[in-house]
Nanobody, 120 residues
Framework: QVQLQESGPGLVKSSQTLSLTCTVS??????????WSWIRQPPGKGLEWMGA???????YYSPFLKSHTSISRDTSKNQFSLQLNSVTPEDTAVYYC????????????WGQGTQVTVSS
């Protein structure tokens, strides 16, 4: 059973950098053909895909967030991370990490999500 767990601060001030980590257990983030994504849901809005890191380390970003988003991984800890620079209150959301096989399938495992609030 694969499990994903997000961790990070629940409150960030505007203009600061938000850093979140997803710890994966029950499966390796380097297993072929799996992609590990960051997805968020602002209050009252739908899910927004932010970016992903592939099993081989390739990184993909949403074109809408690319300018202030960075994704990385630590294979020794089986973790992948998200950095969001210069946050604003519009970045307030529940942040999820999730896994899927390939880039066209649905997500099969999700973290429980972590609420992040950006104060002005």
């Amino acid at each position: 059973q694969v499990q994903l767990q997000e961790s990070g601060p629940g409150l960030v001030k505007s203009s600061q950098t938000l850093s979140l980590t997803c710890t994966v257990s029950g499966g390796s983030i380097t297993t072929t053909h799996y992609y590990w994504s960051w997805i968020r849901q602002p209050p009252g809005k739908g899910l927004e895909w932010m970016g992903a890191i592939a099993y081989d380390g390739r990184i993909y970003y949403s074109p809408f967030l690319k300018s202030h988003t960075s994704i990385s991984r630590d294979t020794s800890k089986n973790q992948f991370s998200l950095q969001l620079n210069s946050v604003t209150p519009e970045d307030t959301a529940v942040y999820y990490c999730a896994r899927r096989y390939g880039v066209t399938t649905s997500y099969d495992y999700w973290g429980q999500g972590t609420q992040v609030t950006v104060s002005s």
